[in-house]
């Protein structure tokens, strides 16, 4: 994954296509600096010999949480009248999409907090905890986190 990111950003640079450019360094950066925390966490752990390298899972997450942080910086920039930048951001989330796995459909996405809510045994809103703890880790990066609590907001309080 990351080294379709740095084929991606050689090609981004030989077009001379900025936003991407800027975008893929970004990402690049981030990668880089969460391998260097797990490179101190296995030496802390004096696990000295055992590999750096993110996961795909990891590097898609952290792609997530990159495009989430735009989508919260949208919100900001329309709050603030400024679409110039709104669309800046947009475009970035467009280039960092193409790096995600599709998105699940609500009609999904319910489907698999249904069968949550079943081997959970969840009734109340109380057990909303335990439900989400369960959904989470099957729908990483294809569906936000506020998304999956509304859901299941409402299926256990219809």
């Given amino acids: 994954m990351k080294k379709l990111i740095q084929q991606d950003l050689n090609n981004a640079l030989k077009a001379k296509q900025e936003l991407g450019v800027s ?10 600096a969460k391998e260097k925390e797990k490179i101190y966490q296995l030496n802390k752990l004096n696990k000295n010999n055992e590999k750096a390298e993110l996961t795909k899972e990891e590097i898609l997450n952290l792609i997530f949480s990159e495009s989430k942080k735009r989508e919260e910086s949208i919100q900001e920039f329309k709050k603030g009248n400024r679409q110039d930048l709104v669309e800046k951001e947009e475009e970035e989330i467009l280039i960092l999409k193409k790096y995600l796995p599709e998105p699940l459909s609500e009609l999904e996405l319910k489907e698999i907090i249904k069968k949550a809510i079943e081997n959970t045994k969840a009734t109340q809103m109380q057990d909303i905890k335990k439900v989400i703890a369960e959904v989470m880790p099957q729908v990483k990066s294809r569906a936000r986190g506020d998304q999956v609590g509304k859901i299941v907001k409402e299926m256990l309080c219809p």
């Fill in 23 to 32: 975008v893929l360094r970004g990402i690049l950066a981030v990668i880089q």
